[in-house]
């Protein structure tokens, strides 16, 4: 099954969000050795080379755990994401099935990594593909019936509104997407960057009370800068 970037993606955090108000623990990342049929064949850049371009650190954050590389669908943050969204029960439920862009498969080359501090996470997502894939992505929209949501994890419930902005000009061309949690008397934020470079897309989520877009933007460029040292 091909992984869709948006929506899915907000369901991921709002899964996420509710579970961990259900008390749910996730797991740290770990390496993944496997070859993906796009490295055989030689298109773009294989795993290992993403894992060499990922952030070797973020100003106030520590990583958290070790660098996990490998086919996209085999990343632990991919596969606990798919489980926090199969427990997800969603009011609109087309909200997280709908393709409002290109899909991500999951036998993609990729890379990830995540650092965190005190109640806040950065994950970093290298994938190879080619730039008419990455361009899709790019220009996807959130569906405007699906700007504010709700959903339920077990007995707990989650509000959510989505702000996204216009495309943004990080590497060869981005988008921003801002997701506001609230759970009873709890906010969260979540802002999403997705942005291409040659026959690559990266993802940077900042996620956490006091997440900001200019923070996660800020953070993009970072990862766009390190990427360019390593990526010809």
């Given at each position: ?6 929506p899915?993606?907000l ?5 996420a969000?509710?579970?961990t108000?259900?008390?749910a ?7 993944v050795?496997?070859?993906?049929p796009?490295?055989i064949?030689?298109v ?25 590389s490998?086919e ?27 393709r409002?862009?290109g899909a ?5 080359p990729?890379?990830?990594?995540t650092?965190a501090?005190?109640?806040m ?5 290298l994938?190879g ?10 220009n996807?929209?959130?569906?405007a019936?699906?700007?504010t949501?709700?959903?339920k994890?077990?007995s707990?419930r989650?509000t959510?509104?989505v ?11 981005s988008?921003?997407v801002?997701?506001a949690?609230s759970?009873g ?5 979540t ?8 026959h690559?897309?990266?993802?940077i989520t900042?996620?956490g009370?006091?997440a ?8 993009a460029?970072?990862?766009?800068a390190?990427a360019?040292k390593?990526?010809p």
């Open positions: 099954m091909a992984h869709r970037l948006l899915i993606a369901l991921s955090t709002a899964a969000v509710t579970a108000a259900c008390g623990g996730g797991e740290r990342a770990r390496p050795h496997g070859t993906a796009a490295e064949a030689g773009g850049y294989t795993s290992a080379e993403l894992a060499q371009a990922l952030l070797l650190h973020v100003p106030g954050y520590r990583r958290a755990g070790e660098p996990d490998g996209y669908g085999t990343l632990k943050a991919v596969q606990n994401a798919a489980r926090l969204q199969r427990g997800t029960v969603l009011d609109k439920p087309r909200c997280g099935t709908a409002p862009g991500v498969a999951p036998d993609v990729a890379a990830l990594v650092f501090k005190k109640g996470t950065v994950t970093q997502t994938m593909m080619p730039a008419s894939d990455a361009e899709k992505q790019v996807a929209r959130v569906p019936d699906c700007l949501f709700r959903t994890v077990g707990h989650a959510h509104r702000v996204e902005t216009p495309k943004g000009e990080i590497g060869e061309g988008r921003t801002g997701v949690t759970t008397t709890t906010g969260t934020r802002w999403y960057v997705v942005f291409r470079g040659r690559y897309l990266a993802t900042l996620h009370p006091t900001t877009r200019a923070e996660a933007e800020r953070i460029r970072a990862s766009r390190q360019s390593i990526l």
